[in-house]
Each structure stands twice: as structure tokens, then as C-alpha cells.
């Protein structure tokens, strides 16, 4: 599909005064990605920062939700004939409500940015965790500005990696640069013959392994675990992890790695697996898949879930 054939959508989301329309304001005037296109800004809600001028662009301010329907969304594409169209969506709206709006037939998301304010973001997590998280769950790149000077950056990665393991975390200091991620201080010893895997620190090598598979790649590793089913995967192969809490107490699900064994999926059955580490290509990118060395039943651990917000 060519340029011509379809008019890209970019949706920014994120709870009042987190930054969104900064973000627009930047897209909107950096060279790069504005070339005299015309631009169709919707903004569902008003803050307290205006957009900048800018040449070929037209603000549609929607008042209601209501107004969030295929009706109104084809009006404004037959009225502007926009090139391409950014949202500036009120995640109090929820995301489902956009979700159930059909878009113009030409209309293509190809990319869903989701701003935080660092200096908010623990409060709302701890008392406005779904709605804050749930545009997350969509979003490619989650945008962490406001960072204060020695902010601690790594216990919000691994909330939002939780949250969305596969998308793209980018941090802004309040100094002006910027972080691409964050460089986890790993609570384990990476050089040791075997690397021991406390219970507390499996959700950091879980999310650590998705994002540099290589780095484990001829590694053993030993931790506690159960065997899962799955029946996508071919016999001697099963996921071995554990339950966690990936959001909150409503959102409790298995992790894991596939791994190549002998164990038998069970609910009840916790063991010690020591196990070598291969990095492997799947669909383009690399991932973490353990071969079962040594494996020890012990008893249940004292926490049944894993928790990635600590």
C-alpha cells in the first residue's frame, strides 16, 4: 500500500497534562516528520497547553464521548480530506470506547504513543491502575517525561514491561536528554557457573530475557518454577514459570519461557529447574528458551504470585 492509498493515524494517549499536546506540539514542528502534509489534529480534550500554529493543520476540539463514533470520524475526513490525522485521545474515555469506533476505510493507525508524568505516575499506578494502564496494553511506545535528576527509572520499567512487554519505553529528564530503557543493575550474579534465580528477582530476569535474550545465551540458570501447558507447543516441550501479578490483583497470569524437558504440566507441582540458556530467532527477534538439565520438586513458595511492582 502506498503513501497515496492510505492516511496514516497516530493516537496519543495518556491521562491530562501528561504531556501529550508537547508531544503533538514537537510532531507538528519538527521538520522530519511534518512536510507541509495536511493534518488533521482531534483532540478530545482541552489542556492547559495550546498547540502551535502550524502550516496545513486543522484542530477539531471534541467536547463529548459521545463524538468518538464512525459517523463524526467520516464527517471530519470528508470535510478536511486530511493527508494524516493525529488523536489526541482522553484515556478517561477509555480505550475500549475507541476500540469500538470504526474508522474511515482509508484511515490506518501506525502508531499509538502513550505519555506518562514521572512525577504522577506512582500515585495514579497505585490508585488509578487500570485506567491508567489500560491505553498502555496498545500502546508501541510508552513516553516517561519529567524525570527528575538520580530518578530511580528501573522499578517503572518493569511495571510498564509487565504491563507491555514488547513495547518501547523512552524516559525524558526534566535536564533536557533522554534514556532509550533503562540499564537494570541485575540482582544476580551473571558471572557465576549457575546463576541463581531468587523468587523475588524472576520477574526481573523475565523481562531482562525478552529484551537481551543474547545475553543468556549459553548461560545455566537455576530457579523455582512449575511446569505449564500449552498445547501450540510439540512434545518433550513445555513453559516452565510462574503465576504473577503483571497490573494488579484482577490481572494474574503465567510467565515464562519454553522449555525442552521431560516435566509434566502440573498446578500443584513447584521444582528447581536448573537449565541451559539458548537465544533462538523467532519471527525476527531474538528469545529465551531453556533446555532442562536438573529437575527437584520442592515444596510451594511463600508467595504464590510474583509481583512486578516492588
Same mark, same amino acid.
Given at each position: 500500500m502506498s503513501e497515496q492509498e492510505f492516511t496514516p493515524v497516530y493516537l496519543i494517549t495518556g491521562f491530562l497534562e501528561s504531556g501529550k499536546t508537547q508531544l503533538i506540539n514537537s510532531m507538528l514542528t519538527d521538520d522530519n516528520f511534518s512536510r507541509g502534509q495536511k493534518t488533521l489534529v482531534i483532540c478530545c480534550e482541552e489542556?492547559?497547553?495550546?498547540?502551535?500554529?502550524?502550516?496545513?493543520?486543522?484542530?477539531?476540539?471534541?467536547?463529548?464521548?459521545?463524538?468518538?463514533?464512525?459517523?463524526?470520524?467520516?464527517?471530519?475526513?470528508?470535510?478536511?480530506?486530511?493527508?494524516?490525522?493525529?488523536?489526541?485521545?482522553?484515556?478517561?474515555?477509555?480505550?475500549?470506547?475507541?476500540?469500538?469506533?470504526?474508522?474511515? $476505510?482509508?484511515?490506518?493507525?501506525?502508531?499509538?504513543?502513550?505519555?506518562?508524568?514521572?512525577?504522577?505516575?506512582?500515585?495514579?499506578?497505585?490508585?488509578? $491502575?487500570?485506567?491508567?494502564?489500560?491505553?498502555?496494553?496498545?500502546?508501541?511506545?510508552?513516553?516517561?517525561?519529567?524525570?527528575?535528576?538520580?530518578?530511580?527509572?528501573?522499578?517503572w520499567r518493569r511495571q510498564l514491561k509487565a504491563v507491555n512487554p514488547k513495547t518501547n519505553i523512552i524516559f525524558e529528564n526534566t535536564d533536557g536528554t533522554s534514556e532509550d530503557g533503562v540499564a537494570e543493575d541485575l540482582p544476580y550474579d551473571m558471572k557465576s557457573a549457575v546463576i541463581e534465580i531468587k523468587d523475588e528477582d524472576i520477574p526481573t530476569f523475565y523481562l531482562d530475557s525478552l529484551d537481551h535474550a543474547d545475553r543468556y545465551d549459553r548461560k545455566t540458570v537455576r530457579l523455582v518454577g512449575q511446569a505449564f501447558a500449552d498445547r501450540s507447543l510439540p512434545k518433550g516441550y513445555y513453559m516452565f514459570g510462574r503465576m504473577a501479578m503483571t497490573c494488579c490483583a484482577n490481572d494474574i497470569q503465567p510467565i515464562g519461557w519454553i522449555t525442552q524437558g521431560i516435566q509434566k504440566p502440573s498446578t500443584k507441582t513447584y521444582f528447581r529447574l536448573t537449565a541451559q540458556c539458548k537465544a533462538v530467532d523467532a519471527q525476527g527477534e531474538k528469545m529465551l528458551m531453556l533446555q532442562e538439565a536438573r529437575a527437584e520438586i520442592v515444596p510451594p513458595p511463600a508467595e504464590e504470585y510474583l509481583n512486578f511492582n516492588a
Open positions: 489542556g492547559v497547553e495550546e498547540y502551535e500554529t502550524a502550516k496545513n493543520t486543522t484542530v477539531v476540539v471534541l467536547d463529548e464521548a459521545d463524538e468518538m463514533n464512525t459517523k463524526k470520524m467520516e464527517a471530519l475526513d470528508k470535510e478536511y480530506q486530511p493527508e494524516r490525522v493525529i488523536i489526541e485521545y482522553n484515556s478517561i474515555w477509555t480505550i475500549e470506547r475507541l476500540g469500538s469506533c470504526m474508522l474511515p $476505510r482509508k484511515w490506518e493507525v501506525v502508531q499509538i504513543i502513550t505519555t506518562v508524568d514521572a512525577n504522577t505516575f506512582d500515585n495514579y499506578f497505585t490508585n488509578m $491502575r487500570q485506567m491508567l494502564t489500560d491505553p498502555m496494553k496498545v500502546a508501541d511506545l510508552i513516553l516517561v517525561n519529567r524525570c527528575q535528576p538520580g530518578a530511580n527509572k528501573s522499578p
